[in-house]
């Protein structure tokens, strides 16, 4: 079962390999009276390691860490996996269309879009710990509950996941060894994913997956 609001400070983690986005953020955040920020982190691996040295009541972390060992669903799964009862915000400048599912079924309670005022992130912190079986979205400053559309119905998540990793220009073996996957899995994956989306080479995947997965670029 899934935490209800802690009785004491809310106590914070936050994960972006960008160091001043994430001290932004938690300058923000520690200026709300219920809410304790005890660690700001630019590696998945130190976050971790910290979260098991002092569990935390929340973790916000960037969908997209391309310089790190895990990161988008790995990273979420990951971080579910090991602490089951967190609540998990995600933020990202990629495609909301794209993250804001695959963040949704990995296991984040919540999803913000970089570019959203901060204010956000304290209201969907404090309605997942309310209601932590729903799924918390921000859009223009509004608050809205309920799961986000699959980007496109011919792709399994296993599959979006893939090209995902492709679009940050990541080879096959690369992803096998990120994604703890053979390399015939990873594979098998990638051909599917092309035949459903009727792409005849890799060319016309790299053009696929450059309009349709590519991060924007954020600060």
């Not at 960008?18 to 304790?36: K, N, R, T, V």
């Not at 910290?50 to 790190?68: G, H, K, M, N, S």
């Amino acid at each position: 079962m899934l935490s209800a609001r802690p009785r004491h400070r809310i106590r914070i983690a936050i994960l972006d390999d960008h160091p001043i986005i994430g001290l932004g953020m938690a300058s923000f955040l520690h200026h709300q009276a219920d809410f304790e920020v005890v660690k700001t982190e630019t590696s998945a691996t130190r976050f971790l390691d910290a979260l098991r040295e002092q569990p935390c009541d929340v973790a916000i972390v960037d969908f997209y860490l391309p310089r790190q060992p895990w990161d988008g669903v790995n990273f979420i799964k990951r971080l579910r996996r090991q602490h089951p009862h967190i609540i998990v915000i995600t933020f990202s400048g990629g495609k909301v269309s794209d993250t804001e599912y695959a963040a949704y079924k990995a296991g984040a309670n919540g999803y913000v879009p970089k570019g959203e005022r901060l204010p956000c992130i304290a209201d969907i912190i404090r309605k997942s710990l309310s209601t932590p079986r729903a799924f918390y979205t921000c859009s223009h400053g509004e608050l809205h509950s309920q799961p986000p559309m699959r980007p496109d119905e011919r792709l399994t998540s296993a599959e979006a996941e893939i090209l995902r990793n492709i679009a940050l220009g990541l080879s096959v073996t690369q992803i096998s060894l990120k994604l703890l996957r053979s390399k015939k899995t990873i594979s098998t994956h990638k051909r599917r994913a092309m035949k459903k989306l009727a792409l005849a080479d890799d060319l016309a995947l790299a053009i696929y997956v450059k309009e349709k997965f590519e991060p924007s670029n954020d600060v």
